[in-house]
């Protein structure tokens, strides 16, 4: 497989507080961040990791997302791993409803972890193009895999209303971040809020965030 996984970069012996591995796995979708979450709970419930995601998709049918199913804590491609979008929406409102460190990790544009006796420093930068150029964004995730294209769950507060929209299958990171601008337009407009026009030209600009971010050190 060609698909390539986005890493932090932990050495062995390095370690994340929980806060910090959150952040991690939401503002810059570390799947190695995932992997210590996941990993490190697991043990700490008894059976290792496989425990880890039993308790994951027990929640995912107390929701009510009964047509999804995880094998592993990143979200890349494998066998027996599958959601919907209306599961991922379910799963989006629970996470916002109910997990403040989530839902702040979401909202922030970037995060710096200075070095300390655990771990080197990290610049976290939030790969949500949307977030700062689309009115009241607020998150949430983004993500791809080989078999997903290129997806996304982005949140928006306007004048009172919020509203969630989830992209799958977009053929690229721009196509991706304007079919939720458009779906986020279209579902606004239904309660006579403006559309908000966003173009190439707007995500490209976040582009240049992030890596003036990850080469500077910071916005």
Known sequence: SSQIPTKLGLKTGEKLTLDEAVHAAILTSANDATETISDSLGKELGDGTPTFMEL????????????????????????GHYSTV???????????????????????????????????????????ALLGTYPGVDGLKIGYTEEAGYSTIVTSTREGKSLVAVITGAKSLE????????LLNYGFSKSGIEPFPITDVDIVGRFEDWNRQLTQGGP
Do not use: Q
């Open 86 to 128: 209306y599961d991922l929406t379910l799963i989006a409102h629970e996470a916002w409803k109910n997990y403040p460190n989530i839902k702040k990790a979401a909202a922030l544009s970037y995060r710096r972890l200075d070095a300390n006796s655990d771990h080197k420093t990290f610049d976290l930068p939030n790969w949500n």
């Open 56 to 79: 994951v998709n027990y929640k995912l049918k107390k929701i009510g997302a009964v047509n999804s199913h995880f094998i592993t804590s990143t979200g890349l491609d494998e066998k």
């Open 175 to 182: 196509d991706r971040e304007i079919a939720a601008a458009v």
